[in-house]
């Protein structure tokens, strides 16, 4: 999973968020927005992060993992989801 985000960065991951929906593998998909979701936090941007932490919680839920619970908790904290 990508650490960091340079603009080669971003092309690999909307490569790889594209092959995962091509695949149907909502882990990858998940993954993928946390990922981003939580490097945009320390960044400092947290619309971009809530935005992202939102796509990873409604795929989470479509998938029926387990993080969906996690993901709500993290998006309750922000004030970006009603409990």
């Given at each position: 999973?990508?650490?960091s985000y340079?603009?080669d960065?971003?092309?690999?991951a909307?490569?790889?968020?594209?092959?995962?929906?091509?695949?149907?593998?909502?882990?990858?998909?998940?993954?993928?927005y946390?990922?981003?979701a939580?490097?945009?936090?320390?960044a400092?941007?947290e619309?971009?992060?809530?935005?992202l932490?939102?796509?990873?919680y409604?795929?989470?839920l479509?998938?029926g993992?387990s993080v969906?619970?996690?993901l709500?908790?993290?998006?309750?904290?922000?004030g970006?989801?009603?409990?």
């Amino acid at each position: 999973m990508i650490t960091s985000y340079s603009n080669d960065d971003l092309d690999i991951a909307n490569f790889e968020l594209q092959k995962a929906f091509s695949e149907n593998d909502l882990e990858t998909v998940v993954n993928i927005y946390r990922s981003k979701a939580e490097f945009d936090l320390k960044a400092g941007d947290e619309k971009s992060a809530y935005f992202l932490m939102t796509q990873a919680y409604i795929y989470a839920l479509e998938g029926g993992f387990s993080v969906a619970k996690e993901l709500k908790k993290i998006l309750i904290l922000a004030g970006r989801e009603a409990l």
